[in-house]
């Protein structure tokens, strides 16, 4: 006689098919640079490489010592990134405001997101820039 009704083995089958959907789409918390934060001379550009890929909703999160004067700018666009052009950037996070649990910034869109610091030279030959294009959770 044929059940019309879920067997033990389909309901088992059904918790770990939606558990593992909730996985795949929970946002997640990502520290700029891992264990070296957010500092001069470490090559953002090889860690992103490396940590990718990057989702939408995920949040980056930028350490760094107060004492040191970093601080996070979005660049408008690539070439702004690549000759380190503050001119039309927008400051997201001031030298201040990085230590503790750091500046968190939500990957809000898809899109391309440039970042850099514009204290000194911590974007020319400091190494301090960053390009994060998330991707859409499926």
Not at 24 to 43: D, H
């Amino acid at each position: 006689m044929a059940s019309s009704g879920f067997n033990a083995q389909q309901i088992i089958l059904s918790v770990v098919i939606a558990a593992s959907l909730l996985t795949l789409t929970q946002a997640a918390t990502i520290v700029v640079g891992g264990s070296e934060n957010w500092r001069y001379g470490y090559n953002y550009t090889e860690w992103a490489i490396n940590t990718a890929p990057f989702y939408f909703k995920d949040t980056l999160v930028f350490k760094y010592d107060n004492a040191t004067a970093h601080s996070v700018y979005m660049l408008p666009n690539l070439w702004s990134y690549l000759v380190c052009d503050f001119s039309q950037a927008k400051l997201l996070s001031n030298p201040a405001e990085g230590g503790g649990d750091g500046f968190e910034f939500v990957l809000n869109q898809w899109r391309v997101f440039y970042f850099a610091s514009g204290e000194g030279n911590d974007c020319e030959d400091g190494l301090m820039k960053l390009v994060v294009v998330p991707w859409p959770r499926f």
